[in-house]
């Protein structure tokens, strides 16, 4: 079975400094590792995956993460964060094994608060 | 391009009724997928379409299913509402099952 962990329930940063929200996964093969977006009231926005290849993943709207096999950990990143960036973020497995198409596994989001 | 939409955006039923949600995926997409994002559970895979056919569906009795047609758009019915149903329902679409997941804006179905 594949399990994502988001530790954090809110995370709160100044505009201007460098967020990190953090996320884990566990799964039986290889991990397809993915970063969304909720505003209020919206559906997911997609932010950025990880398939294969180089650990360190750029997105949209200057996002990036970090694919640490060792560590099972996705942590998404940003250098300078704005307030516009506060939101609900989630990320999300999906198992090389299962077969289940684009079946994803949720974390439990992490609320991101960014203030002046 | 149009993005995946979902129809009506809200939709109050009552205990016991049948609900129906819509969904379009984007052109050139197979796959649909229904998650169900309520408060306090997250969000919970529900079901998964491609070529017509059930593919996977999620820990969610019978009385939620769906069907997708031949122009790959999607229906989820749920029967029996219960009070519980009470969620946003989202539905996604992909074109590969390793390309991402584009999700439509919801629908809020509350059951009273």
């Known amino acids: 079975a594949q399990s994502v962990a988001q530790p954090e329930d809110q995370v709160n940063v100044a505009e201007g400094n460098p967020l990190t929200v953090k996320c884990t996964y566990s799964?039986?093969?290889?991990?397809?590792l993915f970063w969304y977006v909720q505003y209020p009231n919206r559906g997911l926005q997609f932010l950025l995956k990880?398939?294969?290849?180089?650990?360190l993943v750029k997105g949209s709207y200057g996002f990036e993460a970090e694919f640490n096999k060792s560590q099972t950990s996705f942590h998404l990143k940003k250098p300078s964060a704005l307030v516009s960036d506060s939101a609900l973020y989630f990320c999300?497995?999906?198992?090389?094994?299962?077969?289940?198409?684009?079946?994803?596994?949720f974390g439990t989001g992490t609320q991101l608060k960014v203030e002046l | 391009e149009a993005g995946v939409t979902q129809s009506p955006t809200h939709l109050i039923k009552t205990r016991g009724q049948q609900a129906t949600l819509r969904c379009s995926p984007i052109?050139?997409?197979?796959?649909v997928y229904w998650y169900q994002q309520a408060l306090g559970l997250g969000l919970q895979f529900l079901l998964w379409y491609d070529e017509g056919e059930e593919r996977n569906r999620g820990n969610f009795p019978p009385r939620f299913s769906g069907r997708q047609f031949p122009n790959y758009s999607s229906e989820l019915n749920v029967n029996a509402l219960e009070l519980e149903d009470s969620a946003l329902y989202l539905c996604?679409?992909?074109?590969?099952?390793?390309?991402?997941?584009?999700f439509g804006q919801g629908t809020r179905l509350t059951v009273v």
């Open positions: 799964v039986s093969g290889n991990p397809y």
């Open positions: 996604a679409s992909s074109w590969t099952e390793l390309g991402e997941a584009f």
């Open positions: 990880y398939i294969t290849g180089d650990n």
């Open positions: 999300a497995v999906r198992d090389s094994f299962t077969g289940g198409g684009n079946k994803l596994t």
């Open positions: 052109s050139g997409h197979t796959s």
